[in-house]
């Protein structure tokens, strides 16, 4: 092939699968819905396949599928450390979806500014684990960028919209199990019911639900093959990020590490200057309220180094919009979750170059 010749076929196939017209942008001015979600990830899987797997992990209870992205630098070095991300494991949590794209796309679009994260790391990022949830949340009344006050429910229409847990029914009508009270460790303590209809449910034993068993499954691989060191969890909306433990009334034993991990991301928010930004708090998870079945606890438990919960805030400003802000703060808000995303994950890898010589996989029934 003449060099005039490759390189026009390189220009028309963008070199990487899809030429570069028809790749994926990630695009903040509305959520995603599921199947949104699921086309950026085939399509980042086209444009950037040297970089980029997608697995099907497990099906939702109304047989949607779980995907994760696993991101990588294309160099082919297999067993690199993993940060691993989930989100939207509660319906409502609409930001929380929406951050973790961003995070898919600094990592694998901005892949240049960004590829010191993926030198010695790979990142597994499932964006929506309550794909179900989530789906019947935007199904009600379309409520244009009106805050949702969920505390205080007075139409079916904002009892959609507040919609926390999976949609598996239960015998006695009521439906929904709470995911993040579902896992193996500490399950049914604290702030976790035992009844159906219950907001907080945790189901009716360890991992009964689907999307619950899929998330285990996926955890355990990494720390069984001692890759896994950072397990983070997305959520809304207090503002705060929260290490372990959430089930009882004592810090993890690296809490100091869990502490320095938060505050880089805290300090990297306060350092960028943005005309607006969240004041995150950095706390044990049991101050917050104390539960059992969460899945950051089990992830801890299992033998993930660092375990993180991270509640995206609830306002800006004077503005309080709680789980669903309004579109046309999306981007305001990713950005400023990938600054302090950007600082923590340096600040892991810093900790933990290497990989784990030993773990302490729980080999019981969590
Ligand atoms: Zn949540």
Redesign the pocket.
């Known amino acids: 092939m003449s060099l005039k010749l490759f390189l026009v076929t390189l220009f028309i196939s963008g070199s990487l699968g899809n030429p570069f017209w028809s790749r994926p942008q990630y695009q903040t001015d509305d959520y995603y819905t599921y199947e949104e979600i699921q086309e950026y990830l085939k399509g980042l899987a086209g444009s950037y396949g040297n970089r980029v797997k997608l697995t099907d992990i497990g099906k939702t209870h109304q047989d949607r599928n779980l995907t994760t992205i696993t991101i990588s630098n294309g160099d082919g070095r297999r067993g690199k450390n993993v940060i691993f991300i989930d989100a939207g ?2 319906g409502r ?1 609409w930001i929380t979806h929406t951050s973790a794209l961003n995070i898919i796309d600094q990592l694998v679009v901005n892949f240049e500014a960004n590829k010191e994260l993926l030198k010695d790391y790979d990142w597994v990022i499932l964006p929506l684990v309550n794909a179900d949830g989530y789906t019947y949340s935007r199904s009600g009344k379309v409520f244009t960028d009106e805050a949702i006050n969920c505390g205080a429910l007075n139409s079916k229409d904002h009892d959609i919209k507040c919609w926390r847990k999976n949609l598996r029914p239960r015998r006695n009508g009521c439906v929904g199990t709470d995911i ?1 009270r579902n896992f193996g460790y500490a399950w049914g303590k604290g702030d976790s019911s035992p009844y159906s209809c219950s907001i907080t449910y945790k189901g009716p034993y360890k991992f009964s639900e689907p999307e619950s068993q899929a998330l285990q499954k996926v955890l355990l691989d990494l720390v069984s093959s001692r890759r896994g060191i950072l397990y983070l969890t997305l ?1 809304s909306a207090l503002a705060e990020i929260l290490y372990p433990w959430s089930s009882k009334r004592i810090n993890a034993k690296n809490y100091k590490e869990h502490k320095e991990v938060a505050q880089a991301g805290v300090d990297a928010i306060r350092n960028a200057k943005l005309k607006s930004s969240s004041n995150y708090k950095v706390l044990p998870a049991h101050k917050l309220y104390l539960t059992g079945g969460s899945t950051s606890d089990y992830a801890y438990k299992i033998g993930f180094p660092l375990s993180l919960i991270w509640e995206l805030p609830a306002k800006r400003g004077n503005l309080k919009f709680e789980f669903h802000p309004p579109t046309k703060l999306i981007k305001e808000l990713v950005d400023e979750t990938w600054i302090a995303m950007r600082a923590m994950a340096k600040k892991v890898i810093q900790k933990y170059p290497n990989r784990k010589k030993s773990i302490g996989l729980v080999k019981n029934k969590l």
């Open positions: 494991i509660h949590e993040n959520h």
